[in-house]
C-alpha cells in the first residue's frame, strides 16, 4: 500500500515568513489533496491536485504537484496567525477508495 | 445542501461498553470511508463501503469493530466492549460512486474510562 511521508513534522514560524511542506509518496498517486485540522476539530478542504506539474493557489496557500505525481509541497506565503494548525497530505491511488494520509505538520506561527 | 454529518461530537464510555459512531454522507454520496485518529498520530483507513455493501475493510482491526452503511439511514461503526486504547477521533468521509473526492465530518472524539 501507498505510504505518504510530510515534512518537517513541525515548523514553527514567525508572522509574515514564508514556509514550504512536503509530502512525498511512495507510489504514484491518482489525487493528491491537501487538509487543515485545527486541533480537535475536523478537516478542512484545502486543494486537489490530479495532474502532473499541476499547480493551485488558493489566497496566500499554493500547492504543486510534481511530473511524477509522488511529490507535493504546500506553500504559504507572509503567514498569518490563522494560518496556525495541522496541515495533512492525503491520497488515493485510484480513481475511488480510501486515502492513505501523511502523519501530518504541525505549524504554529508567532505573532 | 449540508455537509457530511456525525453523531455524537463527543461520547465517553467506560471500558467494556459498546460505542456507536453515526455518519450521514452527503445529500447524494453512495460511498462512506471511515479513519480513526489516534492522538499525536495521523488519520488511518479503517473502512469503505458502499450503501448495503463493505468494499475494503482491510484498516478495520479484526475483533470489536464493525461497520454498516444499510440501504436506509446513516453509516454506523460499531465497537464493542470498548478498551481505552480505542480512545481516538473517528472521521467520516463521504464520496459520490467513482470519485476520490472525499468530504470530511467533523468527526466523533471517543473517550473511554
Known amino acids: 500500500s501507498q505510504e505518504l511521508e510530510q515534512s518537517p513534522q513541525s515548523l514553527i514560524v514567525q508572522e509574515g515568513k514564508n514556509l514550504t511542506i512536503n509530502c512525498t509518496s511512495s507510489?504514484?498517486?491518482?489525487?493528491l489533496y491537501w487538509y487543515k485540522q485545527k486541533y480537535g476539530e475536523g478537516l478542512i478542504f484545502l486543494m486537489m491536485?490530479?495532474?502532473?506539474?499541476e499547480e493551485k493557489s488558493h489566497e496566500k496557500i499554493t500547492a504543486k504537484l510534481d511530473e511524477k505525481k509522488q511529490q507535493s509541497s504546500l506553500h504559504i506565503t507572509a503567514s498569518q496567525p490563522s494560518h496556525a494548525g495541522i496541515y495533512l497530505c492525503?491520497?488515493?491511488?485510484?480513481?475511488?477508495?480510501?486515502?492513505?494520509f501523511g502523519d501530518g505538520t504541525t505549524l504554529t506561527v508567532k505573532p | 445542501n449540508a455537509g457530511v454529518m456525525q453523531n455524537p461530537r463527543h461520547l465517553v464510555r467506560r471500558r467494556g461498553q459498546e460505542a456507536r459512531l453515526r455518519c450521514s454522507p452527503m445529500?447524494?454520496?453512495?460511498?462512506v470511508y471511515w479513519y480513526r485518529q489516534l492522538p499525536e498520530e495521523g488519520l488511518k483507513f479503517m473502512v469503505y463501503?458502499?450503501?448495503?455493501?463493505?468494499?475494503?475493510e482491510s484498516g478495520m482491526p479484526k475483533e470489536r469493530f464493525s461497520a454498516e452503511f444499510p440501504k436506509e439511514g446513516p453509516s454506523i461503526l460499531r465497537i464493542q466492549q470498548v478498551v481505552r486504547g480505542d480512545s481516538a477521533a473517528y472521521f467520516c468521509?463521504?464520496?459520490?460512486?467513482?470519485?476520490?473526492?472525499?468530504?470530511f465530518g467533523p468527526g466523533t472524539r471517543l473517550t473511554v474510562t
Open positions: 507510489k504514484t498517486l491518482y489525487g
Open positions: 463501503l458502499q450503501k448495503e455493501n463493505i468494499i475494503d
Open positions: 491536485l490530479q495532474k502532473g506539474g
Open positions: 468521509a463521504s464520496s459520490l460512486a467513482g470519485s476520490y473526492e472525499q468530504y
Open positions: 492525503g491520497g488515493t491511488d485510484t480513481n475511488a477508495g480510501k486515502s492513505t
Open positions: 445529500k447524494g454520496h453512495s460511498h
